[in-house]
């Protein structure tokens, strides 16, 4: 029994139609919930970082980051700092490579200049980046005229 009338075809059609579209979306995302897992951190942002004391923290030893954190006057940075530098064995590393070691292998957080931590975390899937930038400043080239 196949609907004679033009509009009862085009009310037939849509409803098939609509019913398609939904049912790929419902498998769509059920297999997408199925395999991925999520990745939950106990850590959102810098806050949450400086105010728990499971995971240690820390930075290069030196360079732009370093000053950062050494000329804060934000508080959480300050404070920050003040743990980073009562914790110096524990917080400072001496090269980029040694703190991603440190992050793969110890209960530790590498903060680190955003371009840094995304090409390390876009190149290891053990490695994530948390939370938004700290600081952003901006640089410009002078040319002759």
């Given at each position: 029994m196949a609907p004679r009338a033009n509009s009862t075809r085009i009310v037939s059609g849509s409803w098939w139609f609509f019913t398609l579209i939904m049912i790929s979306s419902?498998?769509?995302n059920l297999a997408a919930f199925l395999t991925v897992k999520?990745?939950?951190s106990p850590i959102?942002?810098?806050?949450?970082?400086?105010?728990?004391?499971?995971?240690?923290?820390?930075?290069?030893?030196?360079?732009?980051?370093f000053r950062f954190f050494q000329k804060a006057t934000i508080p959480t940075y300050k404070s920050m700092y003040e743990?980073?530098?009562?914790?110096?064995?524990?917080?400072?590393v001496k090269s980029t490579q040694q703190g991603i070691e440190r992050v793969l292998n110890e209960n530790y957080a590498f903060i680190?200049?955003?371009t840094m931590?995304?090409?390390?975390?876009e190149r290891n899937c053990?490695?994530?980046?948390?939370?938004?930038?700290?600081?952003?400043?901006?640089y410009g080239i002078g040319m002759p005229a």
């Open positions: 419902y498998t769509a999520r990745m939950k959102e942002n810098v806050e949450d970082l400086s105010k728990q004391k499971e995971i240690n923290y820390g930075i290069l030893e030196s360079g732009s980051t743990y980073m530098s009562a914790n110096a064995a524990k917080s400072f680190l200049e955003s931590n995304e090409y390390y975390a053990q490695l994530m980046q948390v939370g938004g930038l700290l600081d952003s400043k901006g």
